[in-house]
């Protein structure tokens, strides 16, 4: 088994769906991998073109631990809406699969997929605007497959 770390970037948001009447979206994202999950911080008032710029990390096993073969290898990014006063609202999702981008690093010590725009996509399986995301993977060991 190799491990590794896959570095998220999160960019920004286009087009984003507004939950509000009145006044801007307030949009951050929850970022799950495996067990681990990351928020960002909330993009306070920049409505539906965010700007995070922000990077996560996730420590990846690769291959993957036996387990939810629907939730193997993939990276979801939930978009919400930050409400002050009511629960947040959710604005869409974005899944993106990584099993490719992990096998290259194994293979070459690391792999990047660089920036790409993703579809947010809505309860209804409808798309409505887009996120900004780059991924990378590097190995612990820089690139040498370790047995256990």
Known sequence: MTVGTMEVTL??????????????IDPYVVIQYGNEEHT??????QGSKPVWN?????NVHYPADVGDDQ???????????????????????TTIYVKE??????ENGKAE????KY?????????????QVGISFSTATGGDDEED
């Open 119 to 131: 579809r947010v996509v809505l309860k209804d399986g409808t798309y409505y605007g887009e996120i």
């Open 40 to 45: 960002s911080k909330i993009a306070h008032g």
């Open 11 to 24: 960019f920004g948001g286009k087009g984003l769906m507004s939950t509000h009447l009145f006044g801007r």
């Open 71 to 93: 939730r193997k290898y993939k990276l979801f990014l939930q978009i919400m809406d930050h409400d002050k006063f009511t629960r947040d609202d959710y604005l869409g999702q």
């Open 54 to 58: 922000e990077e996560f990390k996730f």
């Open 101 to 106: 981008l992990l096998e290259l690093g194994v």
């Open 113 to 116: 997929l660089g920036t790409q």
